[in-house]
């Protein structure tokens, strides 16, 4: 018999501040709960295979789209609605398939690949600054200076968005996330995310009709391209709306990987200075920091046919919340999983999901975050908390506000 749980604690400051324990809770009663009755959710999918069957199976599980939103009146008749709804993490066959083909045909390995150089630029560029503010022992905020910049500079790079408007769109960018969070749709938030779809969607528009008559070698203008020689496959507003998410998601994600996998090296020096004297484990160390603590803890589905997870029957018509943190953390699937260890050689993970919605980004942010962390520790010799960091605010996309150091 299927146990049945509730989510509640999911909202306190206690489990957004330490979630793993209630997810060892769940993993204790099997890879599949049923939600008390009064939750927008029926079931919770917390096993790591359970979660890639969900993730897997598209034509069962579908994502929040326009159709599935249609009787939810606090998302009807706004710009943010509108802007998510477009996008390709937003929609379901065949029109997710249509839009990811654009994509897919834009964002390529090789694209990806030549970013390297602008990588370790910008890396380089932040680092000098990074190293001026911390002169004299002065704390530095490693979040804004670092974390934050560096994915947006680099998603500035790929998709053409001028320097000088990237710290522009910084607050808008969290403005429009907020209300993904488990509860965020609130009427403050859906008025603040509603005002930053104002101002961001007449920018892109605007961004996308430069590159129709002045090309560059950058993502929107490979889009454009891609989208007029495919017959008009994508519409004007489907392409400014994943403009805006793509980039909201490519610099978000890499932002807490940086944040986070800096915090688990510092609580844990004998890794630190491990990792110092061969850094030819990056890449490993960064797939384990992906593993421990992924950025974006949960995803959400809509059964469109009866079907059963894991011998659990699920009925059509449901929400299921896919938990792919405590997926992350397994015991059935990771030996001792709450246990940091870079040296399992294990990256098939789902921190960047799974199936027809695998991150677009994926590659993109396991190369920021192996070119961020090597030059970081290249560049100085004694990194240190200057203030504890802070409770996070939200559990989908888990990390630091702010995270306050010194540096030498």
């Known amino acids: 018999m299927v146990a049945e749980v509730s989510l509640a604690s999911l909202h306190t400051d206690e489990v957004r501040r330490d979630p793993y324990p209630f997810y060892a809770r769940l993993h204790a009663l099997g890879p599949v709960c049923k939600v008390a009755t009064g939750d927008r959710y029926s079931y919770v999918v917390h096993g790591y295979e359970a979660s890639m069957q969900v993730l897997r199976d598209s034509a069962t599980f579908k994502v929040m789209d326009e159709t599935l939103l249609g009787a939810k009146p606090s998302w009807e008749g706004n710009r943010a609605h509108a802007v998510f709804m477009n996008s390709v993490f937003f929609t379901n066959a065949p029109r997710h398939t ?47 200076e670092f974390a934050f910049p560096l994915p947006a500079n680099v ?11 990237r710290a522009w769109y910084r607050p808008r960018a969290l403005a429009l996330g907020a209300i993904l969070e488990l509860g965020g749709a609130t009427p403050d938030n859906v008025a603040a995310a509603n005002t930053a779809a104002e101002e961001i969607t007449p920018y892109f528009a605007e961004l996308a009709a430069r590159r129709r008559v002045d090309p560059r070698d950058d993502m929107v203008t490979a889009l454009v391209q891609a989208l007029e020689s495919d017959g008009g496959q994508l519409s004007d507003e489907e392409l ?49 920091i992906l593993r421990h603590e992924v950025p974006t803890h949960f995803s959400v589905r809509f059964v469109a ?3 059963e ?79 504890q960091p802070g409770t996070p605010r939200q559990l989908m996309l888990r990390g630091h506000e702010q995270l306050w150091l010194t540096l030498r």
């Open 305 to 307: 046919e009866d079907t």
């Open 98 to 144: 249509r839009m990811r083909k654009m994509f897919n045909q834009a964002f390529t390995p090789r694209r990806v690949n030549a970013l390297d150089p602008a990588i370790e630029r910008l890396t380089a560029d932040l680092l000098d600054r990074l190293a001026e503010q911390a002169a004299g022992g002065a704390k530095v905020d490693f979040m804004s």
């Open 155 to 165: 998603l500035g790079e790929l998709l053409g968005v001028p320097e000088a408007d």
């Open 240 to 288: 400014v709306a994943n403009l805006i998410v793509v980039f909201n998601a490519g610099f978000v994600t890499t932002t807490h990987l940086l944040g986070n996998g800096l915090t688990l090296l510092l609580e844990r020096p004998d890794q630190l200075a491990r990792l110092r004297a061969d850094r030819s484990l990056t890449p490993r160390f960064v797939e384990e």
């Open 309 to 387: 997870v894991a011998g659990v029957p699920i009925p059509a018509g449901c929400w299921v919340l896919v938990l792919l943190a405590a997926a992350n953390r397994d015991p059935d699937r990771f030996a001792h999983p709450d246990v940091f260890d870079p040296d399992r050689g294990e990256t098939s993970t789902l921190s960047f999901g799974a199936g027809a919605h695998y991150c677009l980004g994926a590659a993109l942010a396991r190369l920021e975050g192996r070119r961020g962390l090597d030059m970081l520790l290249e560049r100085f010799a004694d990194i240190r908390l200057a203030e």
